[in-house]
């Protein structure tokens, strides 16, 4: 798009959006859940195609980040979404098994990962803008639903 700087303008973006109305905020009860599942011992992580720079801009303002067990950024891996390295990398990362483990996302990126990982994937469809072309076996239709995978 011509940015000099994309990590500046980036950040222009995000104070943008915040400024506007109530900003950018967390689906609704998406921390109780976090959190509930947190207290449960429930393993939770993130794998995101965002950089370490625009995590820390969106994400850690929530104050959720410190129930996160692990989290993969666009910086941890060479190859990223949908390739399978960043869900590979956070499974052996939390010690865990794929047939234990359902990978939660929204968008035709997040499905393919999933797949080509060998992992089963939820399509969260309160956030998900092309849903209709996902084949996700799991449809959750708002965070709350999350808990019925404990």
């Not at 011992?41 to 996160?68: A, R, W």
């Not at 989290?71 to 891996?77: K, Q």
Request: contains cysteine; hydrophobic residues 35%; glycine residues 6%.
């Amino acid at each position: 798009m011509g940015f000099e700087n994309v990590e500046k303008s980036y950040e222009k973006w995000v104070r943008y959006v915040n400024e506007y109305e109530e900003g950018a905020t967390l689906y609704t009860n998406m921390d109780k859940v976090i959190k509930d599942m947190h207290s449960k011992n429930v393993l939770c992580g993130i794998v995101s195609s965002k950089n370490k720079s625009q995590y820390e801009i969106d994400f850690m303002p929530t104050g959720l980040h410190d129930y996160m067990n692990v989290v993969i950024l666009e910086d941890d891996t060479k190859n990223h979404k949908p390739h399978p390295e960043p869900l590979e990398k956070i499974i052996k990362m939390m010690e865990i098994d794929k047939e234990s483990t359902i990978y939660i996302g929204d968008s035709v990126g997040d499905y393919k990962c999933a797949k080509a990982c060998n992992i089963d994937f939820g399509l969260a469809s309160w956030g998900a803008v092309d849903a209709k072309i996902i084949d996700a076996q799991i449809i959750l239709e708002k965070p709350e639903d999350l808990l019925k995978f404990i």
